[in-house]
């Protein structure tokens, strides 16, 4: 109101000053070192601590995000803040997971005027989410119930990682928004027949819908990685694409089909699943997949005829 608009006007100067304090970005070369410098920091490729340095890219992230302030935001690995701080302005709640204890100091002094960000020394691998994303809602009672998980992720534990939240259907996620390495987000989104397509490409597309939103250079990241790097969006699926009688089962089977990729379906399928070669040509046959079929053409439906097909046959 009127009141904000005469205040504006009286201090423009402070005003601004503070903005430009509060909006000083980490995600710089300058920024970056300094912070590493005055906390004695050297980036641990065991950790896989590679820093966005573009500010560009941050902004892009959380383009990508889409976020708003009803939004609870997950971040695995803060790193030095700098995707937390753009998070922080766009998102109502940003809730940051680090493990790297020596991130810590040079996490609270860049963040110190990001007050919607929860700082946690924790594991992402193997935090209790469910816990953490609960007493976040019981405290902001206001903010969406399904959260984003945004990240750049350390890439020595992509998939595991991505594995949890495709895995744990309990957790209320809506969007990941992951900065992954390129041929792991090509491999995410691949349709059948593509050489990119796999187990992992099923397991991302039976709960969501994959779409690669933009490709980075090793050259945003201090230090560079070795290869070039991709932000992935899934957005999750009002129900999984197939419904296959025994999820378990399905996955199985699709790990099977890929397993020994050098032999046919047949083959790879009765030996991994231990099944008689009858029963497996059999299904097939039911599922009306054809026995020289390769598992890369295997569409999700088609995986999920012939795991049922198995079940039944099978016992
Ligand atoms: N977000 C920062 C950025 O974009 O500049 C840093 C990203 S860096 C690729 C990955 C971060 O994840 C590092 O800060 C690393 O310490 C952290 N990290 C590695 N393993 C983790 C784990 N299991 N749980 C939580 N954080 C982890």
Same mark, same amino acid.
């Given at each position: ?36 410098? +005055? ?11 590679? $820093? ?33 701080? *753009?998070?922080?302005? +766009? *998102? ?5 997971? /680090?493990? #790297? ?8 002094? =860049? ?18 989410? =469910? ?15 399904? $959260? ?10 992509? +998939? ?17 928004? !992951? ?11 691949? *349709? ?26 090793? =050259? ?27 999820? #378990?089962? !399905? ?26 070669? /009858? ?23 088609? !995986?999920?005829?012939?795991?049922? /097909? ?6």
């Amino acid at each position: 109101g009127v009141l904000q608009i005469l205040t504006g006007l009286r201090y423009p100067d402070r005003m601004s000053q503070r903005d430009n304090m509060s909006e000083k970005k980490i995600a710089t070369p300058s920024v970056t070192r300094n912070l590493m410098q +005055t906390h004695t920091i050297r980036a641990k490729k065991s950790l896989g601590q590679n $820093f966005i340095i573009e500010p560009q890219v941050i902004d892009n992230i959380v383009t990508a995000a889409g976020c708003d302030k009803q939004d609870l935001v997950l971040e695995i690995g803060p790193g030095l803040g700098s995707l937390t701080q *753009a998070l922080s302005n +766009t *998102a109502g709640q940003v809730i940051a997971l /680090e493990i #790297d204890q020596s991130l810590i100091p040079a996490l609270k002094q =860049s963040l110190a005027a990001c007050a919607n960000v929860q700082l946690l020394h924790a594991d992402a691998m193997t935090a209790d989410l =469910s816990r953490i994303l609960a007493e976040a809602y019981q405290a902001s009672p206001n903010l969406r119930p399904d $959260f984003m998980a945004v990240a750049n992720l350390p890439y020595y534990i992509t +998939t595991p990682l991505l594995l949890r939240f495709l895995q744990q259907p309990d957790l209320p996620w809506r969007r990941l928004v !992951f900065m992954v390495q390129k041929e792991l987000a090509e491999r995410m989104q691949a *349709a059948p027949g593509s050489k990119d397509y796999g187990a992992l490409s099923l397991a991302v597309q039976y709960r969501a819908q994959a779409r690669l939103a933009f490709s980075v250079p090793p =050259s945003v990241f201090l230090p560079r990685p070795k290869v070039a790097s991709a932000v992935i969006v899934l957005e999750r699926l009002a129900a999984p694409s197939v419904q296959p009688v025994d999820e #378990d089962l !399905f996955f199985a089977v699709i790990r099977a089909g890929f397993n020994q990729r050098r032999k046919t379906l047949p083959n790879s399928l009765s030996s991994v699943l231990q099944l008689p070669k /009858e029963q497996v040509n059999a299904a097939l046959a039911a599922a009306g997949v054809a026995p020289e079929r390769r598992a890369e053409t295997l569409t999700m439906a088609e !995986f999920a005829r012939l795991a049922d /097909e198995i079940k039944n046959i099978s016992g």
